[in-house]
């Protein structure tokens, strides 16, 4: 029942490093999406999947990029790290895009850019 | 575009107390409106949801929300607070058409506290 699993849990980086986060859903759910939360701000969109093959920005998406791997699969990479991208990473799934069904969420990324 | 406002950032509550949680939500379209809550160091889980039809929903854990579409308000309360019910709690909002279909929108969160 493991739902949506995300990979790391932590991770320290230095300014200008890259890295991909990792993200798998096992619920058969056609919509992806990637957000992060910083204090006081709630949790904002970066970018989203409405079904396999697509792939759109959200409100912050500057600094990332997303794959759609395929169903279960979605990354979000970081191609060079900077402090304002210290955060918590959440992936989320939904079964369809647009539903009201709401979102499910994994556990999240601690992400610290020094 | 829709918008969330959450009205402050923290409640304080005594055990055995009323929480009231408020939430506010702009929206070219009607919305579909959630509750979302978040134990530190995991992930958010849904706690209820309004999408038609009654406008008092029940969720988990013995919270209910109401939807005033007139208010434009979708508050969440829980008659009597328990210590584990100290969390952080998101109001989000997701349009049932137009230009942000199938984005979820979440307010900058209540963090709530129980004491003895």
């Known amino acids: 029942n493991a739902g949506v699993t995300q990979t790391p849990k932590f991770q320290v980086l230095k300014t200008g490093q890259s890295m991909t986060l990792q993200c798998a859903q096992d619920m058969n759910h056609n919509s992806m999406y990637w957000y992060r939360q910083d204090p006081g701000m709630g949790l904002r969109l970066i970018y989203y999947?409405?079904?396999?093959?697509?792939?759109d920005k959200g409100e912050v998406p500057n600094g990332y990029n997303v794959s759609r791997l395929n169903k279960r699969e979605f990354s979000l990479r970081l191609e060079s790290a900077a402090p304002s991208q210290t955060s918590v990473y959440f992936c989320?799934?939904?079964?369809?895009?647009?539903?009201?069904?709401?979102?499910?969420f994994g556990s999240g990324t601690r992400l610290t850019v020094v | 575009a829709q918008s969330v406002t959450q009205l402050g950032s923290h409640v304080s509550v005594s055990e055995g107390a009323l929480v009231l949680l408020r939430c506010n939500y702009s929206s070219s379209v009607p919305p579909y409106l959630f509750w979302y809550v978040q134990y530190p160091n995991q992930g958010l889980q849904l706690l209820l949801k309004y999408t038609t039809g009654a406008t008092l929903v029940k969720g988990i854990n013995g919270f209910e929300a109401e939807f005033k579409k007139s208010e434009t308000s979708f508050h969440l309360t829980k008659p009597s607070a328990h210590m584990s019910d100290a969390a952080e709690y998101f109001c989000?909002?997701?349009?049932?058409?137009?230009?942000?279909?199938?984005?979820?929108?979440f307010g900058q969160g209540t963090i709530l506290t129980v004491h003895p």
């Open positions: 989320a799934s939904s079964p369809l895009f647009g539903g009201s069904s709401g979102y499910t």
């Open positions: 999947s409405a079904s396999e093959g697509t792939t």
């Open positions: 989000a909002v997701s349009p049932s058409g137009g230009t942000s279909y199938g984005k979820l929108t």
